[in-house]
């Protein structure tokens, strides 16, 4: 017969636990992400319209490989931030945790390679870009990353890249409308609960409320980016992007559960 175990760790409620205890790591990773952007007014707003966003709540229980995405992507974009801001050996802790979070990234999921690009993207524009590039720590940061795959490189060699060549079968050059359009539309229906309360409390604030065309507006607002060199604006836009770019392209066939890790930097965005 079929036995069933009775420890904890084997019940739904233990479950749940971890996929929350996962979120929780997030969260406190954008607020450590806010801080190092200079937003740390932001940091406690922001993490609470997360909490009224879909994949923090009902999709985090799924907790499957896009929910797991939620606690190391924010920590990957703070590690960033830490290792432009500072130098020396506090410059270099950070450069190291930024390695190991992409790592770990792209060993949870090969999409994770959307995050990377818009991680090289917000650091490109942002205004210490010249220094940070001739000094040693995006290099580290390469190496330890490179470093941290080499066991994972080994492995997809003993298995005559099994998962690669699935991850390459995703696509077939196929373009899926149907798809592409649910995935544009993501960090709307996703988020669409935490956009609309942060505008609606602005509203609130500048008494706006009995004016709709103005409401309207600041519900664009909230998404457009303070001048090209916008380092928040690339890093919450450029993963939502490229994905669309190749759907678009027939390298993928996009899945609307790929964008439960895009939004972590979307309510510093609207903020």
């Known amino acids: ?35 190092l952007m200079g937003l740390a007014k932001f940091a406690h707003p922001a993490v609470v319209l997360l909490f009224w966003c879909l994949p923090y709540t009902t999709l985090a229980a799924k907790f499957n490989a896009n929910a797991q995405l939620l606690s190391v992507w924010p920590w990957a974009a703070a590690a960033l931030f830490g290792s432009l801001l500072y130098s020396g050996w506090r410059g270099l802790a950070w450069s190291t945790l930024l390695g190991l979070c992409s790592a770990a990234a792209m060993l949870s999921k090969y999409y994770s390679g ?28 390469l190496a330890v990353t490179l470093a941290a795959l080499v066991p994972h490189v080994l492995w997809l060699k003993a298995s005559d890249l099994a ?6 079968d995703q696509g077939g050059g196929q373009i899926n409308l149907s798809m592409i359009l649910r995935f544009a539309l993501a960090p709307f229906f996703y988020w669409a609960p935490g956009w609309v309360a942060c505008v609606l409390v602005m509203a609130i604030a500048r008494r706006r409320m009995g004016e709709p065309a103005r409401v309207l507006a600041l519900l664009a607002r909230a998404w457009k980016p303070e001048g090209w060199r916008d380092s928040l604006f690339w890093l919450a836009f450029t993963p939502w992007a490229l994905s669309l770019a190749f759907g678009l392209a027939g390298v993928v066939e996009l899945s609307t559960p790929w964008a439960i890790p895009i939004g972590f930097a979307f309510p510093l965005l609207w903020l």
């Open 1 to 35: 017969g079929v036995q069933t175990c009775a420890l904890p760790i084997c019940t739904d409620f233990a479950f749940k636990l971890l996929a929350y205890a996962n979120v929780a790591v997030g969260l406190a990773g954008v607020a450590v992400l806010a801080r």
């Open 114 to 141: 959307v995050l990377l690009v818009a991680l090289f993207v917000a650091a490109s524009v942002h205004r210490t870009a010249a220094a940070w590039y001739s000094s040693p720590r995006p290099w580290w940061a």
């Open 163 to 168: 998962m690669l060549k699935y991850a390459l």
